[in-house]
């Protein structure tokens, strides 16, 4: 995990709670976009 990636997690984690990302599941992940440096994901909420 990168700085960003920890991040994320951290203010996740002291806002929603510690549980937070298992409530969710990873449906799919489209390709890296280089131009505008993202790698978008989808989610669902379990």
Do not use: N
Not at 2 to 12: F, H, W
Not at 18 to 45: A, C, H, M, N, T
């Amino acid at each position: 995990m990168d700085l960003m990636d920890q991040a994320i997690v951290r203010y996740g984690s002291e806002k929603f709670g510690i549980g937070f990302l298992s409530s969710y599941r990873k449906i799919d992940e489209l390709s890296f976009d280089f131009v505008r440096r993202s790698l978008p994901i989808s989610v669902q909420e379990q």
